[in-house]
C-alpha cells in the first residue's frame, strides 16, 4: 500500500487476465466497506485527468459519500475494449470477483471509461446484466458507418459496429442502469453518443448525454467529471 498525491492510500492487486498479469491500483479515502468506482484506462484518468484528486475533493466537500476508485489499465486496448466477447467474461469472472476480494466493496461498482474504454463498459453491461450500478460514459467509440466510416481501417471496426448495430435493435433490456455520456459537442464521436443516448433511452435507461467543449482527450474527460459524474455518483449512492 502506498499514499498518493490525493489524500488516501493506493493497495495494488495482481490479476491475470487473457494470459497477462494486470496490476490494478485501488485508491481508498479510508477503511471500511464503500463504493467502488472502476476506471478503465485508470492509470492514465489518474495521471491525465487527476481522477484520484477528484474524488478526494468531491468527498472532502461533501458532494459524494466516500468511494474507491479501482484504475484498471489496459494491455491489449484495441483489442480488449473493442466489444471482446473473452475481454468482458474476464472483466466479469476474474477482475471484479478480485477486487471484492481485496477490498470491502459495497453494492455494483460503477464503470467510467472514455472511448473503447466507454464501448467496452456498455458492452460489459449489455453482456451480464446487473454488473454495475450505473455507467459514465466519455465520448464513446459507438461506431455507425453513417458517421464513422472513416474509422474502417481500424483493427475491430466489423466487431465494434456488429455490437452497436445489436444494441441500437434491441427494444428492451432487463437491466436498464443510469447512464451518463458525455461528449465534445465539436467531436466526431458526438453523432454516433447522440444514437446511443437516444437508443438506451428508448430501452428503458435512466439516460443523460452532456454535450461539453474541449476534444478528444483526457484534458476535457477529466474537465466534465464534476458536475456530471459527481451528480450521478451522488444519485446511485445517497445515504
Known amino acids: 500500500m502506498r499514499e498518493t498525491a490525493a489524500p488516501g492510500t493506493v493497495e495494488e492487486l495482481r490479476v491475470r487476465v487473457l494470459g497477462f498479469d494486470l496490476t490494478v491500483g485501488v485508491w481508498s479515502p479510508g477503511d471500511g466497506r464503500l463504493p467502488l468506482l472502476l476506471a478503465h484506462d485508470g492509470p492514465e484518468y489518474d495521471e491525465r485527468a487527476g481522477l484520484t484528486a477528484y474524488a ?19 494491455c491489449d486496448r484495441d483489442q480488449w475494449y473493442s466489444a471482446s466477447a473473452a475481454y468482458t467474461r474476464a472483466l466479469h469472472q476474474r477482475v471484479l470477483p478480485a477486487l471484492c476480494g481485496a477490498v470491502a466493496v459495497a453494492g455494483p461498482p460503477v464503470g467510467l471509461g472514455a472511448s473503447l474504454g466507454a464501448l467496452a463498459l456498455l458492452h460489459a453491461q449489455r453482456r451480464f446484466p446487473r454488473t454495475f450500478a450505473g455507467l459514465f460514459l466519455q465520448s464513446g467509440s459507438f461506431f455507425v458507418p453513417r458517421f464513422d466510416r472513416h474509422e474502417s481501417g481500424f483493427v475491430r471496426y ?3 459496429v456488429r ?3 445489436a444494441v441500437l435493435r434491441e427494444a428492451s433490456h ?6 451518463v455520456l458525455t461528449c465534445g459537442a465539436a467531436e ?7 444514437v446511443m443516448a437516444r437508443a438506451l433511452a428508448g430501452q428503458g435507461y435512466d439516460v443523460a448525454l452532456h454535450e461539453v ?4 482527450d483526457f484534458g476535457a474527460w477529466g474537465d466534465a467529471l464534476d ?10 449512492w445517497a445515504p
Open 56 to 74: 478526494a475533493a468531491a468527498i472532502e466537500r461533501g458532494a459524494v459519500a466516500p468511494f474507491r476508485v479501482a484504475l484498471l489499465p489496459p
Open 158 to 160: 466489423g466487431r465494434i
Open 163 to 165: 455490437f452497436v448495430r
Open 174 to 179: 432487463p437491466d436498464p442502469v443510469p447512464v
Open 188 to 194: 466526431e464521436n458526438v453523432h454516433n453518443n447522440r
Open 213 to 216: 467543449g474541449g476534444g478528444h
Open 227 to 236: 458536475p456530471w459524474l459527481t451528480g450521478l455518483l451522488a444519485r446511485l
